[in-house]
């Protein structure tokens, strides 16, 4: 393997022209960059882990801060701040270093933690969480970017596992670690448990990393930024709030996505006369990273999906504890971590990457449908092989779809690829979660009328998803019809993520295999892959 890991780094740490890419050196990472990579971990952990753990928080939050009517916003606030943030993190690392811009995002990050320990109502919490998430949108993209700096694609595959490793224990142990803190130290210390690790990954990589600063003459697209903003802004609110703050036809609804269409459009328009757009749309005209942002749209939709029902259907179905939901997604997490690594060390070794969104696709069209066949007398033993089948899909897809997408675009465009891969992720997240959530809130509503009558419609009019307690509380007749109310609801909402997740197969027949660069691979100027984002004649920034 060439040596071009260490003399990137030296020449980065020199004030090097061009930002390097390390590899290896005596077929091993520089101990730098292993502390550079567990730092970046760390930092991805707080992003995933944090929403997980105040979740489980809520109830005693509520309990001491009251505020019940806001209590939607102390998530929403924080989705809503990291989805519009996101993009724009990408933007200023190509533009003045990712260094400084993912160090920033942190320190963000850490102050809107201890403010949110601090809260002393809603209001301020809500205040307190969009910090929080402004500082969370830059550090996934943080992570994926520098990653992208430092690793050459031909080797990234390696630690795949890595990173399918943190999402898989920030799901099953999110909620257990909620938890517990909340019982034993209190609800406040859910969000101070971000600064310690905050603090390690800050020094981290503030001693170990070393990229060229960069500074341009050309400005920050406010318009372009404001106008996404309130474009991301405007469709989460629609996902958040369409069939359960506001009905789907209402005048409310009808507004925001009037407003989002407007603002999105006006975006598009904007960035091909902007002098340094938030997003270049020259990046699209790689057939690929068009084709992997469909795909990573389509597992955030599925993903997030699965993520909310599974452990719902165990719950109300099965009989499982709440308490352990976290457990209850371990099929699917371990079968996605497994083939994820498996999926990263043959790419590494091959070069050959095409095979996996095909093979994810076809995993996760039958995983999916698999599921959607399960009722009340399904066993857990049969509904965890479905899971792993669908686990099995998503870890062919998760790190893929981000590995493709950086090699289809110049050094330059490393961190608005990054963030929009990751963008479209999240709204597909959003878009699941609703569309989703929507078609399984009607069938259970419908069936419990079906069932249990007028009574049976009452339960579940305020909310089709009854707590463990509520739920032991029923007499039998309406606990059993209610179970079957949420089984054919999970069957609706597995069988519509099976029909959808065809149009990720659809755009995986397509890739086009392009050669992953590797450690000596051509600098930009250089003979480019065929599909590689054509760069413009002049540079933009």
Not at 185 to 212: K, Q, T
Request: charged share 10%.
């Amino acid at each position: 393997m060439a040596d071009s890991t260490q003399a990137a780094v030296a020449a980065a740490g020199a004030g090097g022209q061009a930002e390097g890419r390390p590899a290896a050196k005596d077929g091993g990472k520089p101990r730098s960059v292993r502390v550079v990579l567990l730092a970046l971990m760390i930092a991805m952990l707080l992003a995933m882990l944090d929403n997980m753990i105040v979740g489980t928080a809520m109830p005693t939050i509520v309990g001491e801060l009251g505020g019940l009517e806001h209590l939607s916003w102390v998530v929403t606030a924080y989705t809503l701040a990291t989805a519009a943030s996101t993009p724009i993190w990408g933007k200023l690392g190509d533009m003045y270093g990712r260094k400084g811009a993912f160090m920033t995002s942190i320190v963000i990050f850490l102050i809107g933690s201890a403010l949110s320990g601090m809260a002393q109502d809603m209001g301020q919490l809500i205040g307190f969480r969009a910090i929080q998430g402004l500082g969370a949108g830059g550090l996934m993209v943080g992570v994926m970017a520098i990653i992208g700096d430092l690793i050459p694609p031909r080797e990234r595959g390696k630690y795949q596992g890595m990173m399918a490793g943190v999402m898989a224990f920030a799901m099953i142990l999110g909620p257990l670690v909620g938890g517990s803190i909340t019982d034993h130290w209190g609800w406040r210390w859910s969000f101070y448990i971000n600064l310690p690790l905050g603090i390690v990954a800050l020094l981290a990589v503030s001693a170990v990393l070393h990229l060229p600063r960069k500074r341009v003459q050309a400005k920050i697209d406010y318009l372009g930024a404001g106008l996404l903003a309130l474009g991301i802004s405007s469709i989460v609110l629609v996902t958040t709030w369409g069939g359960t703050e506001y009905a789907w036809g209402s005048a409310r609804i009808m507004e925001l996505i009037g407003i989002g269409v407007a603002a999105l459009v006006g975006f598009v328009y904007w960035q091909t006369k902007a002098a340094a757009p938030v997003i270049p749309l020259h990046i699209f005209r790689s057939g690929n990273f068009t084709l992997m942002s469909i795909i990573g749209f389509i597992t955030g939709f599925v993903m997030f999906g699965a993520v909310l029902f599974l452990p719902l259907y165990q719950q109300s179905v099965q009989g499982a504890s709440a308490t352990n939901s976290g457990l209850l997604l371990l099929p699917m997490l371990g079968a996605m971590l497994a083939v994820s690594m498996v999926a990263g060390r043959v790419t590494t070794n091959t070069g050959r990457y095409k095979v996996f969104p095909l093979a994810g696709s076809v995993l996760m069209i039958v995983g999916l449908f698999l599921l959607s066949q399960m009722d009340t007398g399904t066993t857990r033993l049969t509904s965890g092989l479905y899971m792993a089948v669908l686990g099995a899909g998503m870890g062919c897809l998760m790190q893929i779809t981000m590995l493709v997408a950086q090699n289809s675009v110049e050094m330059r465009d490393m961190g608005v690829a990054s963030s929009s891969t990751t963008l479209f992720r999240t709204l597909g997240s959003s878009f699941g979660v609703a569309i989703m959530g929507a078609l399984f809130n009607h069938r259970v509503q419908d069936v419990m009328s079906e069932r249990a009558g007028a009574i049976g419609a009452k339960l579940t009019e305020k909310s089709a998803q009854l707590d463990a307690a509520s739920l032991a509380k029923l007499p039998a007749p309406a606990r059993e019809a209610y179970q079957h109310a949420v089984s054919s609801g999970t069957h609706s909402a597995f069988l519509l993520g099976s029909v959808i997740a065809v149009v990720a197969l659809i755009a995986a027949v397509f890739v086009k295999e392009v050669p992953l660069k590797g450690a000596g691979a051509p600098q930009p100027g250089a003979e480019k892959a065929p599909d590689a984002a054509p760069a413009p004649l002049a540079e933009p920034v």
